[in-house]
């Protein structure tokens, strides 16, 4: 059976990833019993994990090693060996992987750095590898990978010695990372928190398989719950996002963390779309509508990754914390607002069984603070978690615990024991401590995780997992149908001019056919026509040249603003035709817009940008100052729902602007929201736009609605 594996610049038929992942039989070719030399490291890990398929070793100045009998080259092996381990100097590889492919070997794991990230011939070395793999339908992983590891089938084809992996269990979590060693980290602390691995699996270069086609395959594996993957480039979003897509239907959790965000933050601070949305920015738009979770840190990654490995329906509904100390319980509303983490309001009136829990002395707050009385009282912890459990406004429990020494720890965590035994698996327990000076017993942390609670050793760290969680179970919420375009955006003429820009005359008949409001208007080809059209439209009027040579009109004095009678239109004209003969000679107009000046209102910016790797991406934000200093915008997908954009625009940071601020008048958001649904519709349906601007967009007081100014469409 084969599986289509997608490069970056074309579609190769691969055979099925288990003959790299789940292989009968294993090649090493560089065999060694040298202590610390790869193909040494190999056959001991392979040995030491219990691999009972055959076992060649390939070195040609040895007769056996270990008592194994060697071969002098990859053309004495058999015929369609499942994989062959490449521990060899980069010298030697392309020759090898020739080799291979002769034999029909399955698949291919190259250690070996030195290819596309060292220069023009190592580049071409590895599309020579990417070129053989496809004609023999060869997978290859790497080349400059550490290799993998099925934990699953104790099958290790890498050359470091990983700690042994005993937690067993049917939510398991597999590791794909372009980084190996990255990879490793991950591994080894999911291996010490006794979360149970499926693979880890390092891609290194992805010279004929890449980060997407293992995630593709981890979810057709049943008993792979959580996919982590770090990668620093996605080579084919498109397979990406699909096998994303993929996962969330089949109630798979992906955890990405993808370097590159402080690139995008240095961005050109222009004001249009392209330079405001920079390459990370899109990517985390997309990947997160595809249901993929996006975090920052390898810190980060392991928590949520343990979170959902233990819990399923972390983050569902509100979180309800308990604490012992009243401070740290202002710490967590603190952290909780900062975060996004919904605490629902709970009180003595509406909570009965959590009043019945506590003491006298303890009112019902969320966060709730028992105080040290669990110390006196250690029943106080189950009590308070059975009525956390009853309650329908919790979702997710967070327990916070003070430890200052190991014995206080014990009585502690001894108590949370029995509660859990008590009240069973009702709802998803997360444990963070408040300090790490005291220590736990081990014994404790490992009945705590065989009961199914994530320990963190803080609180903010639990916090800010599970609010990461918890966005991610509302983003998929809020997904609304694109429908249609109206009508037909683009003529036949327009999409055939690749790399032009349409003029705002036509861009706002393009868009005001799509439901986008803009100022009235008329295009003039003399001073008597622009006179004619402002008398019709109604004093002020504005001037605009019209060219799709002129993108931005002001810097070549193409605009003239306030022109209040039709004696000032006429001079208006003059005024612009020497202008534009100073700044631009020769250059051809399709005319001079004539536009009713528009009230002022607060200043937006709404653009979009069809991405040639990630697809549509909307852009909103705050307009003139505030986009060119503080960079205040959002991204959004186009198939955001009207009342999911409002939310996103009051995200920004001067969002109270729009809502009142100061006694200022509410401002109408919803007509904003109306102009990214329609705009977003019109761009993903019409790929050869590649970027719009509508700059500025004024927004007036609630129910008189919002105008585009101004308006360019890039092909």
Not at 79 to 106: F, H, Y
Request: charged share 20%; glycine share 10%.
């Amino acid at each position: 059976m084969t599986e289509e594996i997608c490069l970056a610049d074309r579609t190769i038929a691969a055979p099925s990833l288990d003959c790299l992942l789940r292989p009968q039989s294993v090649a090493i070719i560089g065999a060694s019993d040298k202590p610390g030399s790869l193909g040494a490291s190999v056959l001991a890990n392979l040995v030491r994990q219990g691999f009972d398929g055959p076992i060649y070793l390939v070195n040609p100045k040895r007769a056996e090693i270990g008592g194994r009998p060697c071969i002098a080259s990859v053309d004495d092996l058999p015929a369609a060996v499942d994989v062959a381990v490449l521990a060899i100097p980069r010298a030697g590889v392309l020759d090898a992987i020739r080799g291979l492919a002769r034999k029909s070997v399955g698949a291919a794991v190259i250690f070996s750095a030195g290819f596309a990230e060292d220069g023009p011939q190592g580049l071409a070395d590895q599309q020579e590898i990417a070129r053989i793999a496809r004609d023999s339908g060869m997978v290859v992983e790497g080349p400059n990978c550490l290799g993998l590891v099925n934990f699953r089938e104790n099958v290790s084809l890498t050359f470091i010695e990983m700690p042994e992996a005993r937690a067993q269990g049917d939510r398991r979590v597999g590791i794909v990372s372009q980084s190996g060693a990255m990879a490793a980290v991950l591994a080894t602390t999911m291996i010490h928190r006794e979360v149970p691995l499926s693979c880890y699996i390092s891609t290194g270069n992805e010279a004929a398989s890449g980060i997407e086609d293992y995630l593709a395959y981890l979810v057709d594996q049943p008993d792979t719950a959580v996919i982590a993957l770090i990668a620093e480039h996605v080579r084919d979003p498109a397979r990406f996002l699909t096998a994303a897509r993929a996962a969330r239907a089949a109630n798979k959790s992906v955890v990405l963390l993808h370097p590159g965000r402080s690139a995008a933050g240095a961005a050109s601070a222009a004001t249009h779309t392209g330079a405001m949305a920079g390459d990370h920015a899109v990517m985390a738009v997309h990947v997160q509508r595809a249901g993929v979770i996006l975090v920052d840190s390898l810190e980060e990654l392991g928590d949520v990754v343990e979170i959902l490995a233990r819990a399923p329906d972390a983050g569902i509904g509100g979180a309800g914390v308990i604490a012992e100390s009243g401070a740290f319980k202002a710490m967590m509303l603190d952290l909780a607002e900062a975060v996004d983490l919904d605490l629902p309001t709970l009180t003595d009136a509406d909570s009965p069984a959590l009043r019945a829990a506590l003491p006298d002395f303890v009112p019902v707050t969320n966060p709730m603070d028992i105080t040290a009385q669990g110390l006196v009282d250690p029943g106080l912890y189950g009590r308070t978690l059975a009525a956390l459990a009853l309650d329908d406004r919790i979702g997710t429990i967070l327990l916070t615990l003070i430890q200052t020494d190991i014995g206080t720890s014990h009585v502690k965590f001894a108590a949370v024991l029995d509660a859990l035994k008590a009240i069973g698996e009702t709802k998803p327990i997360i444990v963070g401590g408040v300090d790490e000076g005291g220590g736990v017993f081990a014994d404790d942390l490992a009945a705590l995780r065989s009961a199914g609670v994530t320990y963190l050793p803080t609180a903010e760290r639990m916090l800010r997992a599970l609010a990461r969680i918890a966005a991610h179970r509302k983003r998929d919420e809020t997904i609304a149908p694109l429908g249609a375009p109206s009508v037909e955006c683009l003529s036949v003429e327009c999409l055939s001019q690749v790399g032009s820009t349409i003029p705002e005359h036509r861009a706002k008949a393009i868009m005001g056919a799509q439901g986008i409001a803009f100022p009235a208007f008329a295009l003039a080809h003399s001073a008597a026509e622009a006179v004619a059209a402002a008398d019709r439209l109604g004093y002020p009027v504005v001037l605009k040249a019209q060219s799709p040579e002129l993108p931005h009109k002001s810097d070549a004095g193409g605009v003239i603003i306030n022109l209040a009678d039709a004696a000032a239109v006429a001079a208006g004209w003059d005024r612009l035709m020497a202008n534009l003969a100073a700044s631009r000679p020769g250059l051809l107009l399709d005319g001079v817009l004539v536009e009713g000046m528009a009230a002022k209102g607060v200043e937006l910016i709404v653009g979009a940008r069809n991405d040639p790797h990630w697809g549509p991406t909307i852009l909103v934000g705050f307009g003139g100052v505030a986009a060119e200093l503080l960079h205040d915008v959002c991204l959004l997908p186009p198939d955001l729902t009207r009342d999911a954009i409002i939310a996103e625009i009051r995200t920004l940071r001067m969002g109270p602007l729009l809502d009142g601020f100061r006694g200022a008048p509410v401002m109408d958001i919803g007509a904003v929201a109306d102009i990214v649904q329609r705009l977003g519709r019109m761009v993903a349906a019409t790929p050869a736009i590649r970027e719009v601007d509508l700059n500025p967009v004024i927004v007036y007081p609630q129910g008189q609605g919002a105008l585009a100014l101004d308006a360019l469409i890039s092909l």
